[in-house]
C-alpha cells in the first residue's frame, strides 16, 4: 500500500509539474520563431515614432500576418528604445510578410511624409531571430 501511495505521489507530481519533452517530441513538433526588435529612437520624436507606430505601423503589419506578442520602451545607455517582440510560423513566412510590409505603398507614403514633417525616427535598428530550445519552459506563445 505504502509503495502505491509513493507511486501515485510522484506520477502527481510529474503531472503538476509539467512535461519533459525528449529532443525527439521537440524536434517532430512545429515550434515558432520569435522575432525581438530593438529601436533606438531619437528622443525629440518619441512621441511621434509612438503614434505612428500605434496608428499605422500596427494596422499595415496586420494585413501581412504579424504577430506581436508586446510591445517595451526602454532606456539604456542613455538611449531611448522601443522594444517588441514578435512571434511567426516560421523563417519563411518571417521572410515574406516582412518583404511585403517593407514593400507596401500605404506604409511607405507614411514613412515619406512623417520623415519630411519631423525628421529622423529610428537612428538604428537590431533584428534578432530566436529560435527556442528544446529545454525552454515555454515552447508557444500562439493561442
Keep these: 500500500m505504502k509503495q502505491l501511495l509513493v507511486f501515485f505521489l510522484l506520477l502527481s507530481g510529474s503531472l503538476t509539474f509539467g512535461q519533459n519533452y525528449s529532443s525527439k517530441e521537440f524536434s517532430s513538433t512545429k515550434t515558432p520563431v520569435h522575432q525581438l526588435r530593438i529601436y533606438e529612437i531619437p528622443k525629440e520624436n518619441k512621441q511621434v515614432f509612438l503614434d505612428r507606430f500605434r496608428d499605422h505601423a500596427l ?6 500576418g504579424f504577430n506581436i506578442v508586446s510591445i517595451w ?14 512571434e511567426w510560423t516560421d523563417e519563411n513566412t518571417m521572410k515574406m510578410a516582412w518583404q511585403a ?4 505603398k500605404e506604409w511607405k507614403d507614411i514613412k515619406m511624409q512623417t520623415a519630411k514633417l ?3 525616427f529610428v537612428n538604428n535598428i537590431e533584428d534578432r531571430t530566436l529560435k527556442i530550445t528544446e529545454f525552454s519552459p515555454e515552447k508557444r506563445l500562439l493561442k
Aim: no cysteine; glycine share 8%; charged share 35%.
Design 73 to 86: 520602451e526602454s532606456e539604456f545607455e542613455g538611449k531611448t528604445e522601443f522594444v517588441y517582440l514578435l
Design 59 to 64: 494596422r499595415i503589419m496586420k494585413k501581412y
Design 101 to 104: 510590409f517593407m514593400a507596401d
Design 118 to 120: 519631423h525628421g529622423d
